[in-house]
């Protein structure tokens, strides 16, 4: 089926550092999302971005937080910079439309050092 | 906003027994609500999705979900479970109103043989 693919899959990096995880979602969707895993439970919602615009945000995208998806390339989330607390499970998911399923990718573990 | 929540975090059941998992939801307004799966180390996967017409629906892998408006309830059911069913359930709400789609912490499933 479908796929939406993150790389890397793990990223280690020291604090204050900037890290960009990239998402590359099912083509043709047209909605992407941003979720934040930690403890292998509670999937927070971060961000949704459409037609090149952030739509939502929730408490948890920080100011240091952006997301972008330049034409043809992948959907990014950037952190700049990094602090402790965001090391955790970050999953993309695309949707082909508002309020459809989403497809998630296997996320990307990041470990702030 | 609209809010979610899984009262069990863990249930353990035997290979062939019937499961419930539940899901209690709270919104004014109009919803859609869905379920999906995660296994060990990867990303959420649907399972099904209600938002209007015959509250009891079908998913995959034999797995059904009835809504009550009443109980503003979305349990997940499933008649006979394989071990295969372990992984984490997540229950979704999301508004018509809006593409924000908000997890519940999430209920560990586990099969014994």
């Known amino acids: 089926g479908p796929k939406v693919l993150q790389i890397p899959s793990h990223q280690i990096i020291d604090m204050g550092q900037m890290v960009t995880l990239n998402c590359d979602p099912v083509?043709?969707?047209?909605?992407f999302y941003w979720y934040k895993q930690i403890l292998g439970q509670q999937m927070e919602f971060l961000v949704n971005?459409?037609?090149?615009?952030?739509?939502?945000k929730s408490k948890l995208f920080k100011d240091q937080f952006s997301v972008e998806r330049p034409d043809g390339s992948y959907f990014t989330l950037k952190i700049q910079p990094t602090a402790l607390e965001d090391s955790a499970v970050y999953f993309c998911?695309?949707?082909?439309?508002?309020?459809?399923?989403?497809?998630f990718g296997h996320g990307t573990k990041l470990s702030v050092l | 906003t609209q809010t979610v929540s899984q009262s069990d975090a863990h249930v353990t059941v035997f290979e062939g027994d019937s499961v419930e998992l539940r899901c209690n939801y709270s919104?004014?307004?109009?919803?859609?609500l869905s379920w999906y799966i995660q296994h060990h180390g990867h990303g959420l996967q649907f399972l099904l999705k209600?938002?209007?017409?015959?509250?009891v629906v079908q998913g995959v892998n034999g797995f059904e979900a009835e809504f009550s408006k009443s109980d503003s309830s979305f349990h997940l059911r499933k008649a006979s479970v394989h071990w295969s069913d372990s992984a984490v359930y997540f229950c979704?709400?999301?508004?018509?109103?809006?593409?924000?789609?908000?997890f519940g912490d999430g209920t560990q499933l586990v099969v014994k043989p």
């Open positions: 209600y938002y209007s017409g015959n509250p």
């Open positions: 979704a709400v999301s508004a018509y109103s809006n593409n924000r789609i908000f």
């Open positions: 971005f459409y037609n090149g615009k952030v739509m939502e």
């Open positions: 919104y004014g307004g109009s919803i859609y």
């Open positions: 998911a695309s949707s082909s439309g508002q309020n459809e399923r989403l497809f």
């Open positions: 083509s043709n969707h047209l909605y």
